[in-house]
């Protein structure tokens, strides 16, 4: 069984910077981190044995330090903070940053914002919460709720795939002929280039395993991307949910992960698929396949 990696995977610099920042401010002082700083359980695992806690809103944070997660806040949800008498630290990615301001230069400039993105996710909750309106949509169904404007002005959550957004920009201009659109591309570097190499890996295996958290939307985005080009496509978060069967008559197994994958996690996984290949159980299915 040959093992290939994408040739990107793993954490992005956002998610780095974002795990070194609050263990640095909890050695420091006690800290709260507003939802989870990524979704990724390991990590935040980590994270709960340094001290830090998690709380969904400032209402419930036992500590005077607050941080903003990865994904960004609103404004107004950091107002709402400090108004309570709490220190709002961020760790919202620098590309979640660009995203807010490119949503906010098209309000600026008179485009009626659409952002093409999961509706209940933070990082769109965060590009939202602020405008006096917009609208949210992800799938072509979506689109039937729109009502003309003169000018549409449209971004992306930046963890969505790039071809994904293109095609619900074109329907959009489909839809609205006489309606002038702009488009700001606010998908991230990392999100693309691990969408295109999981793409290419996915075509040259017969399993693939995509690495992340149960809730990581940029994980499940990567499963349905490799499940496009590979009939074997299984979506673990760490070694021990790997299973021998899936790989017994697999000749190339790829191996990637989302952007709030550890290393160390990426690791454990290669080494258990290591080990399964060299498995009695393993060499006797591959056995069974080749005289079949």
């Not at 941080?67 to 961020?90: D, P, Q």
């Not at 039937?144 to 003169?150: Q, S």
């Not at 949910?241 to 160390?264: C, K, N």
């Not at 690791?267 to 399964?276: G, P, Y």
């Amino acid at each position: 069984m040959k093992l290939l990696r994408a040739t990107h995977l793993g954490m992005c610099f956002g998610v780095r910077d974002a795990i070194a920042l609050a263990k640095a401010e909890a050695a420091r002082q006690p800290l709260t981190i507003l939802g989870e700083l990524v979704h990724n359980e390991t990590v935040l695992a980590d994270l709960r044995a340094r001290g830090i806690r998690f709380a969904s809103q400032p209402a419930t944070a036992e500590t005077d330090t607050v941080m903003v997660t990865a994904h960004g806040a609103s404004e107004a949800a950091k107002t709402r903070a400090r108004e309570r008498g709490l220190h709002v630290l961020e760790a919202t990615c620098p590309l979640v940053h660009v995203a807010h301001r490119a949503v906010q230069m098209l309000v600026r400039d008179g485009w009626h914002p659409i952002i093409i993105g999961q509706r209940d996710h933070v990082e769109v909750r965060g590009l939202t919460e602020d405008l006096a309106e917009c609208d949210i949509v992800l799938t072509e169904a979506d689109l039937t709720a729109l009502r003309e404007r003169p000018r549409f002005g449209i971004a992306a959550q930046t963890t969505q795939p790039i071809e994904r957004v293109r095609q619900i920009v074109a329907l959009i201009r489909t839809r609205f002929p006489r309606s002038e659109v702009r488009f700001v591309d606010t998908v991230c570097q990392p999100t693309k280039q691990r969408q295109s190499a999981a793409e290419e890996l996915a075509r040259q295996c017969d399993v693939v395993v995509v690495i992340g958290g149960a809730h990581s939307n940029n994980t499940r985005e990567l499963v349905a991307t490799c499940a496009r080009f590979c009939p074997r496509v299984h979506h673990v978060q760490g070694p021990g949910d790997l299973r021998p069967e899936w790989f017994s008559d697999a000749e190339t197994v790829g191996l990637t992960a989302g952007t709030s994958t550890p290393d160390s996690v990426i690791e454990e996984v290669a080494q258990n698929l290591h080990r399964m290949e060299t498995s009695p159980w393993q060499q006797e299915q591959h056995a069974l396949a080749n005289a079949a």
